[in-house]
């Protein structure tokens, strides 16, 4: 059952929903990102927070949020926005929070995004973090929506090229499928907070064309071997349009002999990582849930089993 806060926010996002992402563009959106990310509690203050560059050209920024004075295992960390918005400052909140909760070193990277830079230019930019990052020790890697969505594609690249792949992937609400056609597309598409028409808008300004959107260098779902990747945590929200792709990934890693952890969180929205805590004691609980799992994750502490059984004792994959 969904919270009241929840519930009020739900209603007040149905009740003053403004002009769509496709009719505002990306300057627009990305004004609004970082409006309310400001707003938000700014979140635990950390050991360090440090400005970093990953070296190679294009220049590219990236924050590293360290938990404790000693070095910690390190978590790659892609945002999420569509492809279009996003940055360090949007999600500097989440990453705080996963630093202290999953006690890791967050390596947060400001990804190129779109119009300004189509396909692949962020799946280059997260495979560039990741291979700097782990060139001395195993990185995990982490994301959120279309984050997650580059973690996956990143995987895949450095798998399909022999590189030292990552400790694991930790996925939530992750875009898989560029043709946007499972169920819940159709069935969560209104009034849950994530439009399927600005998400195809959003497919388009990252210059992927129709006819190209079921290619699995873009929609992995349609990859058609997943099996040597690294253990993987999904989680998806009951309430999101992506729920279907996300679990329906799942169980092609499974039946790729990848080791998974998913949950698909009851009563939860789209997006719930980012500031939802502040008003949803569920949301609160779920993500406290997933930064968790990322810490064991990082430190290769979740048992891993392909077989799709349920998780015992919240440890097992």
């Not at 769509?20 to 950390?46: I, S, V």
């Not at 690249?157 to 590189?163: F, N, S, T």
């Not at 279907?244 to 990582?273: I, K, N, Q, S, W």
């Not at 609160?284 to 994750?297: H, K, P, T």
């Amino acid at each position: 059952m969904i919270d009241p806060g929840l519930a009020a926010w739900l209603d007040d996002l149905r009740a003053g929903a403004g002009p769509p992402a496709r009719e505002l563009g990306a300057t627009a959106l990305r004004a609004g990102a970082r409006r309310r990310a400001a707003a938000r509690p700014r979140g635990p203050d950390l050991a360090a927070v440090e400005p970093v560059a990953v070296p190679g050209a294009p220049a590219l920024a990236a924050r590293r949020y360290r938990p404790a004075p000693t070095a910690r295992p390190l978590v790659v960390f892609l945002h999420g926005g569509m492809w279009v918005l996003g940055d360090l400052e949007t999600h500097d909140r989440t990453c705080r929070r996963l630093a202290l909760a999953a006690d890791v070193d967050v390596l947060a990277v400001d990804l190129r995004r779109a119009p300004e830079a189509p396909w692949p230019a962020a799946v280059d930019d997260a495979l560039r973090a990741l291979r700097w990052a782990g060139s001395e020790a195993p990185v995990a890697v982490a994301g959120d929506s279309s984050g997650a969505h580059l973690a996956t594609l990143a995987c895949l690249r450095l798998r399909d090229e022999g590189g030292p792949l990552p400790a694991g992937q930790a996925l939530a609400y992750p875009n898989t499928d560029l043709t946007l056609s499972r169920p819940s597309i159709r069935s969560k598409g209104a009034g849950w907070g994530l439009d399927p028409a600005d998400l195809a808008w959003a497919v388009g300004q990252w210059g992927i064309a129709p006819e190209r959107r079921a290619d699995p260098a873009v929609s992995p779902l349609f990859a058609p071997d997943l099996a040597g990747l690294p253990p993987a945590l999904v989680v998806t929200a009951e309430h999101d349009p992506l729920r279907d792709e996300g679990d329906e990934y799942v169980a092609r890693l499974r039946d790729a002999g990848t080791p998974v952890l998913h949950r698909c969180e009851p009563d939860l929205v789209h997006g719930f990582l980012q500031g939802l805590d502040t008003i949803s004691p569920i949301a609160a609980d779920a993500a406290d849930r997933f930064f968790a799992d990322v810490g064991r994750l990082a430190r290769g502490a979740l048992v891993a089993s392909a077989t799709g059984e349920p998780p015992m004792g919240g440890l097992d994959f």
